[in-house]
């Protein structure tokens, strides 16, 4: 092991482009990475594992605050609105924030989404092969990666279908802070952004309080006015969190996913041909290019991981990417298959923190891929230059324009 063989620079585009060189070298040669911009790494599928079941390592607001002003610099950002965010939160606040939520993703109720999603589904992917057959270029993000999980999340919430451009807007710049380090013009934009959708997400809970739906947002306002113990400085951060994360994931895994297919043309043909793989084979694609990259946790407490020792303080981010691609645990991890057995990818995270819209986000990506494969002809990427999204801990591109093969 030589640390002095890495150096790992998330802001560099070749990074963003493509990650798991440098991922390579962190598992081989500093596992443990003490990073120059002031946080700790770990990229090994069991050392990430054992770091997010440790209750060890969490999200204490305090620290967590403190962590995401020394990494942002110069800029700012507000940082009380993000430490009210669940997925900043340890127990007991965590608990019961995700507690009131949770109802809305069981399995059952995931289930019943279902028909609206092959909808929404069906109506994209028509007008995909409708460009498709007249020899045009149609790009997957903008036409399904995209609306497809903006439209959802927002029904179940019950935003209004007007606002949702906007609020898919401001949601994307607030993103961008959950990277552990951004650039001053990003701090300050999403910033600008915090504060929009939060006056935003206000009138909207005031209009709700007025003339409560059947959604989601009304059943959070509901548990609060009975003392379910949401305050509401909490509903808005907890609708921020579910409407940023619930479009984030599955938009990545559906335009990283058909990027890996069309790069490994014997797969997609595979899957195409046998489309009972489709289960085993959204676990693969969220392994091989995962939507969310990393996360982060503090120590409270010296905490030993594995081999390695971190200390009481420290911030450490877990390269859930990295740990995907682990030899230890995945055979041959660079090449893609569609059929590999019992994957247990690392992309939505684990312990107490795990991702509360992984089983909508897989039902979407499940569907997405289904039609694809089923209505589209063989397709192929329309240009060679791909422009992957500035972002370290979400890996999305921002178009995959495509055209008929």
Known sequence: ?????????????????????????LREHAPLYESPLGFWLLSRYDDITAALRDPRMGHAMDETAVMLKTM?????????????????????DHTRLRRLVSKAFTPRAVEVLRPRIQDIVNGLVGDLVAVLADGG???????????????????????????????????????????????????IRSDAAVMALTAYLKDVIAQRRRSPGSDLLSELIAAEDEGGHLGESELISTVALLFGAGHETTRNLIGNGMLALM????????????????????????????????????????????????????????????????????????????????????????????????????????????????RAPEIEPATETLEWRPHITLRGLASLPVRAA
């Open 137 to 187: 270029v149609a790009d997957l993000v903008e036409g399904l990666a995209l609306p497809l999980p903006v439209t959802v999340i927002s029904e179940l919430l019950g935003l209004p279908a007007e606002d949702r451009a906007q609020a898919r807007e401001w949601a994307e710049a607030v993103a961008q802070a959950l990277d552990p380090i951004v650039t001053e013009e990003q701090a």
């Open 263 to 374: 790069r490994a043309p014997a797969e997609m043909a595979r899957l195409r041909a046998t489309p009972v793989m489709i289960r085993p084979a959204i676990e693969e694609l969220l392994r091989y290019d995962s939507p969310v990259q990393n996360t982060g946790r503090v120590a409270k407490a010296d905490t030993q991981i594995g081999q390695w020792r971190i200390p009481k303080g420290q911030p450490v981010a877990l390269i859930l990417g990295a740990g995907n691609r682990d030899p230890a645990v995945f055979d041959d991890p660079d090449r893609l298959d569609v059929g590999r057995p019992d994957v247990k990818p690392l992309s939505f995270g684990g312990g107490i923190h795990f991702c509360l819209g992984a089983m909508l986000a897989r039902l979407e990506g499940m569907e997405a891929f289904t039609a694809l494969l089923s």
């Open 1 to 25: 092991m030589d640390p002095e063989l890495v150096f790992f620079n998330p802001l560099d585009r070749s990074v963003h482009a493509d990650p798991y060189p440098q991922y390579r070298l």
């Open 72 to 92: 942002v610099g110069p800029g700012t950002i507000t940082i009380d609105e993000f430490s009210r965010w669940m997925l900043f939160r340890d127990p007991p």
